[in-house]
């Protein structure tokens, strides 16, 4: 079995776990693999196809665009870092997350899935290109694919469209812009919040950090999900704290996302470490 054809089996498999690929994989079969090249000039990387996005040697296209990256053989994770933005990658798992790496600053996307989970052949690790995508801050036009060459744009091209999430200054300002007041939870002691966002002013997020942990708490009109977390995690339960009811995702015991409706409003609780069924029952209460 060729590399290739071991890429493909590896991310059917992947995919198939995690529910989240459908077609790729013959997608990919279909059409071979691309010659990848970076701001006009050809990397000497090659990319394979899977579905709408591009299978890449993680390490070689990182290292490429300057990163430092780091294999964690102890949980089976890597670390990429461009100084500017970070993420790391758990094997097998698609649940991605990128964050700030600038001192004094904060930030982090919600956890998001890609085409397929990272996942290694032959000691290298592979992931869908869109990963370096977010990691530049998803200019619309990073990614364009002529017959047979992948171009990766560092720098786009295009004006930006603006950033339809705001800072605020207070809770008292998140709960203006939103037009509701937005109640915090009664978290772990240790973390504290770090930071006030609003969407368009239609949903709140409020950031807490202990300094080992983050946690996104998200408050919105309406009964639907609004943890952008589609991650499908093995273990998923429900509690119920008082008369609202809690659903509980996450593996080995940990909570990583805590979803529940209060009279009109959804709230979300999602935690990159994960945590305990009682501080969750805390935190609703």
Request: net charge negative; glycine share 8%.
């Given at each position: 079995m060729d590399l290739k054809t071991r890429l493909l089996a590896t991310a059917a498999a992947a995919a198939v776990t995690m529910t989240v690929l459908g077609g790729g994989a013959l997608a990919a079969e279909e059409s071979g693999t691309l010659s990848l090249s970076v701001n006009g000039q050809d990397t000497g990387i090659q990319v394979t196809p899977i579905g709408e996005d591009y299978l890449v040697p993680v390490r070689q296209l990182a290292e490429y665009l300057g990163y430092e990256v780091a294999w964690h053989a102890e949980d089976s994770t890597v670390t990429l870092d461009s100084g500017t933005m970070h993420s790391t990658l758990t094997l097998g798992e698609n649940r991605y997350i990128a964050a700030t790496s600038l001192e004094g600053m904060v930030g982090m996307t919600a956890p998001f899935t890609l085409a397929c989970a990272p996942y290694a052949v032959d000691g290298t690790t592979y992931?869908?290109?869109e990963l370096f995508v977010v990691l530049m801050g998803n200019p619309a036009d990073a990614v364009t694919r002529s017959e047979d060459t992948v171009e990766l744009?560092?720098?786009?091209?295009?004006?930006?469209?603006?950033?339809?999430?705001?800072?605020?200054?207070?809770?008292?300002?998140?709960?203006?812009?939103v037009g509701f007041p937005v109640a915090l939870?009664?978290?772990?002691?240790?973390?504290?919040?770090?930071?006030?966002?609003?969407?368009?002013?239609s949903l709140a997020q409020v950031r807490f950090s202990n300094g080992t942990d983050t946690l996104l708490y998200r408050v919105s009109r309406g009964s639907e999900d609004n943890s952008g977390d589609y991650t499908v995690y093995p273990e998923e339960q429900s509690i119920t704290v008082g008369d609202t009811t809690v659903t509980c995702r996450g593996r080995d015991g940990a909570v990583l996302l805590a979803l529940w409706t209060t009279g009109e409003y959804t709230c979300s609780l999602s935690s990159q470490q994960g945590l305990t069924v009682d501080a969750v029952r805390t935190a609703v209460a």
């Amino acid at each position: 079995m060729d590399l290739k054809t071991r890429l493909l089996a590896t991310a059917a498999a992947a995919a198939v776990t995690m529910t989240v690929l459908g077609g790729g994989a013959l997608a990919a079969e279909e059409s071979g693999t691309l010659s990848l090249s970076v701001n006009g000039q050809d990397t000497g990387i090659q990319v394979t196809p899977i579905g709408e996005d591009y299978l890449v040697p993680v390490r070689q296209l990182a290292e490429y665009l300057g990163y430092e990256v780091a294999w964690h053989a102890e949980d089976s994770t890597v670390t990429l870092d461009s100084g500017t933005m970070h993420s790391t990658l758990t094997l097998g798992e698609n649940r991605y997350i990128a964050a700030t790496s600038l001192e004094g600053m904060v930030g982090m996307t919600a956890p998001f899935t890609l085409a397929c989970a990272p996942y290694a052949v032959d000691g290298t690790t592979y992931a869908p290109l869109e990963l370096f995508v977010v990691l530049m801050g998803n200019p619309a036009d990073a990614v364009t694919r002529s017959e047979d060459t992948v171009e990766l744009r560092t720098e786009s091209s295009s004006a930006h469209l603006p950033n339809p999430w705001r800072e605020q200054p207070s809770l008292e300002a998140l709960s203006d812009a939103v037009g509701f007041p937005v109640a915090l939870p009664q978290l772990p002691q240790g973390y504290e919040a770090v930071d006030y966002q609003d969407l368009s002013g239609s949903l709140a997020q409020v950031r807490f950090s202990n300094g080992t942990d983050t946690l996104l708490y998200r408050v919105s009109r309406g009964s639907e999900d609004n943890s952008g977390d589609y991650t499908v995690y093995p273990e998923e339960q429900s509690i119920t704290v008082g008369d609202t009811t809690v659903t509980c995702r996450g593996r080995d015991g940990a909570v990583l996302l805590a979803l529940w409706t209060t009279g009109e409003y959804t709230c979300s609780l999602s935690s990159q470490q994960g945590l305990t069924v009682d501080a969750v029952r805390t935190a609703v209460a």
